[in-house]
């Protein structure tokens, strides 16, 4: 038997009296209910709706579309009454055919151009491109059709609140509904107390009370005020099993960056050991892979042996050049990831809150200058940028990242499937 948190039956209180308007929107802090009865309440009112007309359920990406709603959706009304196929990009719900779209597939806004939709429904709408959204709600075009939605906030500026969420001309349209955190008393309130601690910043302020905010100043705020909450204590390390190492070619006029950081055998913590700044001008290609191989030398000597080596550079023959240099000590250069950088910036942010984030603070004053000199570009109040223009070290935050990017998903539960 299914039991409902109380805002979720306001919800459907609205519902059954004929309270939905033609764009309901959910909106407010992670893991508050949301999708949850979202889907709720699209299935139920899927099923009372004409067979005949065609239906949309869309994520930023399919798999995401799998993951947060197919998955769930079946598990809540069965396979009696609901099936997918990923392939074919359809499904079947209560007898209603069911197109199935990524919002992010470039593809997408020109395979929905033509079609007459009975209803849609979306998962996480600050994360769609807004032409693909614009299109869908074109298409939305029969009699009573409906667009049933979720999302978290994002900057205020954002194009879902301005020109939906809070355009007045649409008031008699749009059902908008919020969602607190301390609203899915469902959860374990243990949970929900370690869910807060990990959110910092801006992030605190967006997925956990769910404010539409900028964000503003310093970026490891958690860091700089408490610094020595952070430090390891060199004398009693644990046993490491992956050591690697972040490099940050610099231009001529910027610097090189290296840092190198290990992981617990369990994901459970990052420790960085060892941080180093190499100005570039003057620096010779065959100069700095020596100093990489001093520095990566050193780590060894200390710690343990380096798996990866992670390197960025817009010159390839750079790295190719260190792939040579490198390839007597056994280090493998790859190139960085380059994972998007607010997502490497939540991640970082995410480790130093929920106490999975140390370091050797006598080896790493690079990085620990690059932290705290970190702040938001408030000349770009529409995105959230890290403001680099020379006064902090950008290379060493870079270097810091393309250190562990790659087991972000294994440090962090939230990152699994992104
Ligand atoms: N009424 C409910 N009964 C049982 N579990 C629920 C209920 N509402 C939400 N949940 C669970 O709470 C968690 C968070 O809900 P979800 O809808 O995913 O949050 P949001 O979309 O707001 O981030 C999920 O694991 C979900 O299954
Ligand atoms: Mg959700």
């Known amino acids: 038997m299914l039991e409902f948190t109380e805002k979720q039956k306001q919800l459907i209180r609205l519902m059954k009296s004929g309270q939905l308007k033609r764009l309901n929107i959910l909106e407010g802090s992670v893991r508050s209910g949301k999708t949850w009865i979202s889907l709720i309440i699209w299935a139920a009112w899927v099923a009372s709706r004409p067979k005949e007309y065609m239906y949309m359920m869309c994520a930023k990406s399919l798999q995401t579309l799998k993951r947060n709603c197919l998955l769930p959706l079946q598990e809540l009304i069965g396979e009696n009454n609901?099936?997918?196929?990923?392939?074919?990009?359809?499904?079947?719900?209560?007898?209603?055919?069911?197109?199935?779209?990524?919002?992010?597939?470039?593809?997408?806004?020109?395979?929905?151009?033509?079609?007459?939709?009975?209803?849609?429904?979306?998962?996480?709408?600050?994360?769609?491109?807004?032409?693909?959204?614009?299109?869908?709600?074109?298409?939305?075009?029969?009699?009573?059709?409906?667009?049933?939605?979720?999302?978290?906030?994002?900057?205020?500026?954002?194009?879902?609140?301005?020109e939906y969420l809070e355009n007045g001309e649409l008031a008699d349209d749009l059902m908008r509904m919020f969602f607190g955190i301390d609203d899915n008393t469902t959860l374990d309130p243990a949970y929900v107390e370690s869910l807060k601690k990990e959110y910092t910043g801006v992030y605190f302020d967006r997925f956990i009370l769910g404010?539409?905010?900028?964000?503003?100043?310093?970026?490891?705020?958690?860091f700089s005020d408490n610094t020595a909450a952070y430090y390891a204590d060199a004398a009693k390390l644990p046993h490491f099993d992956y050591?690697?190492?972040?490099?940050?070619?610099?231009?001529?006029?910027?610097?090189?960056?290296?840092?190198?950081?290990?992981?617990?055998?369990?994901?459970?913590?990052l420790y960085v050991l060892k941080s180093e700044r190499i100005p570039a001008k003057?620096?010779?290609?065959?100069?700095?892979?020596?100093?990489?191989?001093d520095f990566?030398?050193?780590?060894?000597?200390?710690?343990?042996?380096?798996?990866?080596?992670?390197?960025?550079?817009?010159?390839?023959?750079?790295?190719a050049g260190l792939r040579v240099a490198m390839k007597p000590t056994g280090i493998i250069v790859k190139n960085a990831l380059k994972r998007k950088i607010n997502d490497r910036i939540r991640a970082t942010t995410m480790m130093m809150a929920g106490d999975k984030f140390r370091y050797i603070s006598s080896e790493c004053e690079s990085l620990t200058n690059a932290l705290k000199g970190a702040v938001w570009d408030m000349d770009e109040p529409n995105t959230e940028i890290r403001l680099?223009?020379?006064?902090?070290?950008?290379?060493?935050?870079?270097?810091?990242?393309?250190?562990f990017e790659r087991y972000i998903h294994r440090i962090i539960k939230e990152f699994e499937y992104t």
Not at 108 to 129: H, M, N, Q, V, W
Not at 211 to 222: E, K
Not at 250 to 269: I, K, P, W
Request: one cysteine or more; hydrophobic letters at 40%; proline letters at 2%.
């Open 388 to 403: 680099d223009d020379g006064t902090s070290d950008i290379d060493t935050l870079d270097a810091f990242e393309y250190s």
């Open 211 to 222: 404010l539409w905010v900028v964000a503003a100043g310093a970026i490891y705020r958690v």
């Open 282 to 293: 003057d620096v010779t290609p065959v100069a700095l892979y020596t100093k990489v191989k």
């Open 296 to 319: 990566c030398a050193e780590v060894q000597t200390r710690y343990g042996r380096i798996t990866n080596l992670y390197a960025d550079s817009a010159e390839q023959t750079l790295i």
């Open 82 to 162: 609901f099936t997918f196929s990923l392939s074919t990009k359809e499904g079947v719900l209560f007898g209603r055919k069911i197109m199935l779209e990524g919002a992010n597939d470039n593809r997408s806004e020109s395979k929905i151009r033509g079609i007459t939709l009975g209803g849609a429904y979306c998962d996480e709408l600050t994360l769609f491109p807004k032409d693909f959204f614009t299109m869908l709600l074109s298409r939305l075009s029969t009699a009573g059709a409906k667009l049933i939605a979720t999302t978290n906030p994002d900057v205020p500026t954002h194009w879902l609140l301005r």
């Open 243 to 269: 050591i690697n190492v972040g490099l940050d070619f610099g231009g001529n006029g910027s610097a090189h960056a290296l840092v190198a950081s290990a992981l617990t055998h369990d994901f459970r913590q």
